[in-house]
């Protein structure tokens, strides 16, 4: 089975430019994650779906930053405009349900470097 | 408000040898999720192991075991007979069960190195 699946990678961007990232997670799993990794410290979540619903948003930035779940399954990370501080690891997750003993499984991330 | 805390920033162990790496909590849900993340040098996040805090015996995943004592609040990792492919950042993380709980709270992470 495939696991959750982002790209891009890595990606190098000037300050006050647009990016966007994307993820498609687990065949099956309706909830999803955005979580933000800065260096040296342990995710912390962006936005939370459930299908295509976003039911938990309160630690998004939302001047700048913005997300979809179109047809509730892949999912787009928008940061517009990227400002210096924006430089980290952005990480997908995803989950069959949202009880307590669900397991979230995360894709390999998508390093981003505002210059 | 649920924190995670892993105090030990880094350690080194022994090939072969059990490694401990300790995770503290605090929560007011009386039901709640543990969680253990391996992250090696290549990002992604590899989910270990499990524990429920209803959960009257101790997780165990092969080599990944938890010491989990819930009057203490501490859900320690215990690796056994450590290898080198364990050489990673290692996050402790935890869900409550209520509505604002639902997100995965992690700790700031403990990382091993595996000494040949």
């Known amino acids: 089975e495939a696991g959750v699946v982002q790209s891009p990678r890595y990606k190098i961007i000037e300050k006050k430019q647009p990016v966007a990232f994307w993820c498609n997670p687990i065949?099956?799993?309706?909830?999803l994650y955005w979580y933000l990794q800065n260096l040296g410290q342990g995710p912390e979540l962006l936005i939370r779906?459930?299908?295509?619903?976003?039911?938990?948003d309160s630690q998004l930035p939302k001047d700048r930053f913005s997300a979809e779940r179109l047809k509730g399954v892949d999912s787009t990370l928008k940061i517009q405009p990227a400002e210096l501080g924006d430089s980290a690891v952005y990480l997908c997750?995803?989950?069959?349900?949202?009880?307590?003993?669900?397991?979230?499984?995360f894709g390999p991330g998508t390093r981003l470097l505002v210059l | 408000a649920q924190k995670i805390t892993q105090t030990q920033p880094g350690m080194f162990v022994q090939e072969k040898e059990a490694v401990t790496l300790d995770c503290t909590y605090d929560?007011?849900?009386?039901?709640?999720?543990l969680f253990w993340y391996k992250q090696p040098s290549s990002g992604e996040m590899i989910f270990l192991i499990y524990?429920?805090?209803?959960?009257?015996q101790n997780a165990t995943e092969g080599r990944y075991s938890l010491n989990f004592q819930k009057a203490r609040k501490s859900a320690n990792l215990v690796i056994s007979a450590s290898q080198l492919g364990d050489s990673a950042m290692y996050f402790c993380?935890?869900?409550?069960?209520?509505?604002?709980?639902?997100?995965?709270?992690f700790g700031g992470g403990t990382r091993v190195l595996v000494k040949p």
């Open positions: 997750a995803s989950s069959l349900g949202t009880g307590k003993e669900e397991t979230q499984y």
């Open positions: 065949s099956g799993h309706n909830t």
């Open positions: 779906y459930e299908n295509e619903e976003a039911v938990d």
């Open positions: 929560t007011s849900d009386p039901s709640y999720g």
């Open positions: 524990q429920g805090s209803y959960d009257q």
């Open positions: 993380a935890m869900r409550g069960a209520g509505a604002a709980g639902n997100k995965l709270t």
